[in-house]
């Protein structure tokens, strides 16, 4: 499976941004997550969905991002509301708690005014 990452721009404090991820096959079975990594700093896992519609999310971005699946049309989005500086970075998705595909590119998200 390979999986592509879209949506990313650049938006000021307090915007908004929907990232998608589109996988090339079947994610019915994978626990997937969004994935984010700003300069200098470790890939963070900051959302997940599991296979049972489960949603997680890191402290930091709780009550602000909103993570979802379509498993008919194999994508993963990432409603980002209430944008911070801090939440730039570049977002990736991949599996979580299992082995992962390929890292895409990543898309770029820059929050600044």
């Known amino acids: 499976v390979q999986l592509q990452a879209s949506g990313g721009g650049l938006v000021q404090p307090g915007g908004s941004l929907r990232l998608s991820c589109a996988a090339s096959?079947?994610?019915?079975?994978?626990?997937m997550g969004w994935y984010r990594q700003a300069p200098g700093n470790e890939r963070e896992l900051v959302a997940t969905v599991n296979t049972g519609g489960f949603t997680n999310y890191v402290d930091s971005v709780k009550d602000r991002f909103s993570v979802s699946r379509d498993n008919a049309k194999n994508t993963v989005d990432l409603q980002m509301n209430s944008l911070k500086p801090e939440d730039t970075a570049v977002y990736y998705c991949n599996t979580y708690g299992m082995i992962w595909y390929a890292w895409g590119q990543g898309t770029q998200v820059t929050v600044s005014s």
């Open positions: 096959g079947p994610i019915f079975s994978l626990n």
